[in-house]
C-alpha cells in the first residue's frame, strides 16, 4: 500500500496536528500513517478520508 496522506494534507493546506485533532489520535500517529510506518485501522481511515474529503482509495493506492 502507498499512502498518500502527506501529499494530500499539503495541497489542502491542513498540518499534521490538525488532521490528529479532528480524527481524535496523537501527531506521531498521523506521521507514522504519513510516512508508510505504519497502517490505520478501518475505522480510523474512514475518519481519515472524510476529515480530508477524499476516499480511501485516493490516500491508500494497493500496488
Given at each position: 500500500?502507498?499512502?498518500?496522506?502527506?501529499?494530500?494534507l499539503?495541497?489542502?493546506?491542513?498540518?499534521?496536528?490538525?488532521?490528529?485533532?479532528?480524527v481524535?489520535?496523537s501527531?506521531?500517529t498521523i506521521?507514522?500513517?504519513?510516512?508508510?510506518?505504519?497502517?490505520?485501522?478501518l475505522?480510523?481511515?474512514f475518519?481519515?478520508?472524510?476529515a480530508v474529503?477524499?476516499?480511501?482509495e485516493?490516500?491508500?493506492?494497493?500496488?
Amino acid at each position: 500500500m502507498k499512502c498518500q496522506l502527506k501529499l494530500i494534507l499539503d495541497e489542502i493546506g491542513m498540518t499534521q496536528k490538525q488532521l490528529a485533532e479532528k480524527v481524535n489520535v496523537s501527531t506521531p500517529t498521523i506521521s507514522s500513517i504519513a510516512k508508510n510506518q505504519s497502517i490505520p485501522r478501518l475505522d480510523l481511515a474512514f475518519r481519515i478520508s472524510k476529515a480530508v474529503g477524499r476516499k480511501i482509495e485516493e490516500i491508500w493506492i494497493y500496488e
